[in-house]
């Protein structure tokens, strides 16, 4: 008992008035009613710089069912009831507000909420804490500060500035596109807008034909002047004094000269390319080549893009061994000495098919015709008649001997495109043509101008032809390069409707834009090996066998350094000459 009472005299000492009648008496039922106690504390709106503030009612419960309230908490008891006050109007304070009593709330913050002392604060607010009266002095004094400082106009003046800022933007960004579109008005030329100077009458000009990339060749026979004429003319001479020469002495025969592969493969190890070998010809790139039979001098044609025509003496070891002619306005793409007279070089291009006579000097025209041209090849061992394709798809015959420059016979083949022609070499009135993907062996003697029917057809391509050529001893087999990568051997020998594949090999034929295309041509000296161009790495020539084999590539890494389209081989010595894109020749020679 005695330790009971001490207890309950330290609480009574230590419990502060405010409080003591929730604390003093530790039963368990008090304890019990002290818990469903609420304190409730009421803050009265307060009148601050003319607004009210809202009512706050703050509730809370403190204590449990287990023991008094946490410490640090002050617990005042709830006020007993009373009569409301009257209401008044929203602008006046409440009859017991601080306000309206004259008391500012500027009560003294360190006061510890006891009812002793003269300056405690009306009535209503006695039963608040110290820390709640400190609060609403806070709440007041801050109130008041913000009051002086007009924050309130100051944000209605900066939301109107920004308001306007913004309506400002969207007008300005609805206006750009019209700004855009002004911009996008360029000052042009009347020159390049094609429009004649306002008030000033343009004068009447004649006609004039299209502008062309090479300087057009008048019709009819050209003399045989080189294009700097104004040069040495001795040494043009010389040279064409050396064509006529060498064109006087007969040929050997080539029918003897086939020899077995082995002994073959030799021969084209034996040949070579040196600098001496090398030499710029003509301007442009190299579009068709012919070498002359003579077994004395080498003798070499190359045609150019633009219609260039160069003769090189290759055994002439001087640097002014070649002379440049123009006897053409386009692509010289085919090209041939005459087989019965090699002082005559056939030439043609896409407006004309010329002879070039060493005897009288000049170039003389066989063929004209308004539609393009692509290739022809002899139809007789004298040279007098000949075969012509066209670039539009026809074929037609052309006879030199009758005079003008018409063809004696225009045939539709039935072809989208001719790229080449060539004569059977045994069965003169057979000749093959090659176009868009269609390659087809025909009877000159049954052409007609239209309704014409192949003898044969060579099926297999899948897109253009480039080139499709006989074998020229027998012609029992036909090479042709075809744009999807395969060169196709074909059996000839019996011309059946129908002639399949002997054998298919796989060759880079995409030569682009800048390089000639390729062309796979017959060694005469082998009836069985022919020569093609090559994409590969070193650049090089390449030789195959009718089979598919690779026999041989020519190739030198210090001499020959771009691809070689078009090519030539001599007809009875182990002479190979190459032209690549830029107008020079290399000759491969033992």
């Not at 204590?63 to 006046?92: I, Q, W």
């Not at 004429?229 to 050396?242: G, V």
Request: aromatic residues 6%; glycine residues 8%; proline residues 7%.
């Amino acid at each position: 008992m005695g330790g009971r009472g001490s207890r309950v005299r330290e609480e009574k000492e230590s419990t502060p008035p405010g409080t003591a009648a929730l604390r003093l008496s530790p039963g368990k039922d008090e304890r019990r009613a002290v818990a469903t106690r609420q304190l409730r504390v009421l803050l009265t709106p307060l009148a601050v710089a003319g607004r009210r503030l809202p009512q706050k009612r703050l509730l809370g419960a403190y204590g449990g069912a287990e023991g008094p309230a946490p410490d640090g908490k002050r617990l005042c008891p709830e006020p007993s009831p009373r009569k409301p006050a009257p209401a008044s109007p929203p602008a006046t304070p409440p009859a017991g507000s601080p306000v309206g009593n004259g008391w500012d709330g500027a009560w003294d913050a360190e006061s510890d909420g006891s009812d002793a002392g003269t300056d405690a604060p009306p009535d209503g607010y006695s039963q608040l804490s110290a820390y709640e009266r400190k609060r609403l002095k806070n709440i007041t004094e801050n109130a008041k500060f913000f009051a002086a400082l007009k924050l309130h106009e100051s944000a209605a003046r900066l939301h109107q500035i920004a308001t306007k800022s913004q309506s400002h933007a969207t007008k300005s960004s609805r206006a750009k596109p019209k700004k855009a579109e002004d911009e996008t008005v360029r000052r042009r030329s009347m020159r390049l807008q094609r429009v004649e100077p306002s008030g000033v009458p343009m004068p009447e000009m004649p006609a004039q034909p299209e502008a062309e990339e090479y300087p057009r060749v008048p019709a009819g026979p050209l003399p045989m002047i080189p294009e700097d004429q104004m040069e040495n003319s001795k040494l043009t001479e010389e040279l064409l004094t050396t064509w006529m020469r060498i064109s006087e002495m007969k040929a050997n025969d080539t029918e003897e000269q086939t020899c077995d592969v082995k002994r073959y493969q030799g021969s084209l190890n034996s040949m070579g390319l040196s600098e001496d070998n090398i030499k710029k010809v003509v301007k442009y790139r190299v579009c068709s080549m012919a070498i002359h039979p003579s077994d004395s001098i080498i003798f070499v044609a190359a045609g150019d893009k633009s219609g260039q025509i160069g003769l090189w003496n290759v055994s002439c070891k001087s640097e002014e061994g070649a002379c440049v002619f123009i006897p053409h306005s386009s692509s010289v793409t085919c090209m041939h000495f005459s087989p019965c007279n090699p002082a005559h070089l056939l030439s043609l291009s896409m407006e004309s098919l010329r002879c070039g006579d060493v005897t009288k000097a000049v170039f003389d025209e066989v063929c004209r015709s308004e539609e393009n041209l692509s290739s022809f090849d002899f139809l007789e061992e004298n040279g007098s008649t000949a075969v012509v394709g066209y670039w539009d798809g026809s074929v037609a015959v052309v006879d030199r001997r009758t005079p003008g420059t018409s063809s004696e016979l225009s045939a539709d083949i039935g072809f989208k495109r001719t790229r080449t022609v060539h004569v059977h070499p045994v069965n003169k009135q057979y000749f093959i043509a090659a176009g868009s993907a269609d390659v087809c062996i025909y009877d000159v003697r049954y052409l007609k101008s239209k309704g014409n029917k192949p003898v044969s057809s060579l099926k297999g391509h899948t897109k253009s032809v480039a080139s499709a050529y006989f074998s020229p001893v027998t012609g029992n087999r036909v090479v042709t390069v075809c744009a999807d990568d395969n060169l196709r051997v074909y059996d000839t020998t019996s011309l059946s409707p129908t002639i399949t594949v002997l054998s298919t090999i796989r060759h880079n034929c995409n030569t682009g834009r800048w390089l000639t295309r390729f062309r796979a041509i017959w060694d005469p000296k082998q009836e069985d090996c022919f020569v093609v161009g090559s994409m590969a790495r070193p650049r090089q020539i390449q030789v195959f066998q009718d089979t598919g084999k690779l026999l041989h590539s020519f190739y030198n890494m210090d001499c020959l350094s771009s691809v070689c389209s078009i090519n030539v081989v001599h007809p009875t010595k182990n002479i190979l000459v190459g032209g690549n894109s830029s107008g020079r020749l290399h000759v491969f020679k033992e």
